[in-house]
């Protein structure tokens, strides 16, 4: 069973950046899409940034020109780099592979206040 774990959320001031990274068990991100999803408080899970196999990315568009989404094959790792954060960019952010069923991580808690 694959398992993904996030990493490098934290409280930041709005106008800051933070990096997440998404770490796969297995070499899976080549032969599948992988997302970032993420959760504000009270609210649905919304997708964030998804990067397919040919590198190919797909942003909100809350999100556009302010995240990047980016893999390392070598390392099974998936990063999201957040720039510009916002307070309404503060919520609970989720790496999901898009196999069949979707595999998820545990989540990293992200808060953008000063």
């Known amino acids: 069973q694959v398992q993904l774990v996030e990493s490098g959320g934290g409280l930041v001031q709005p106008g800051g950046s933070l990096r997440l990274s998404c770490a796969a068990s297995g070499s899976i991100f080549s032969i599948r899409a992988i997302a970032w999803y993420r959760r504000a408080p009270g609210q649905q899970r919304d997708l964030v940034a998804l990067i397919n196999t040919g590198g190919s990315t797909t942003y909100a568009d809350s999100v556009k020109g302010r995240f990047t989404i980016s893999r390392d094959g070598a390392k099974n790792t998936v990063f999201l780099q957040m720039n510009s954060l916002k307070p309404e960019d503060t919520a609970v952010y989720y790496c999901?592979?898009?196999?069949?069923?979707?595999?998820w991580g545990t989540g990293t808690q992200v808060t953008v206040s000063s």
């Open positions: 999901a592979l898009l196999s069949a069923p979707t595999i």
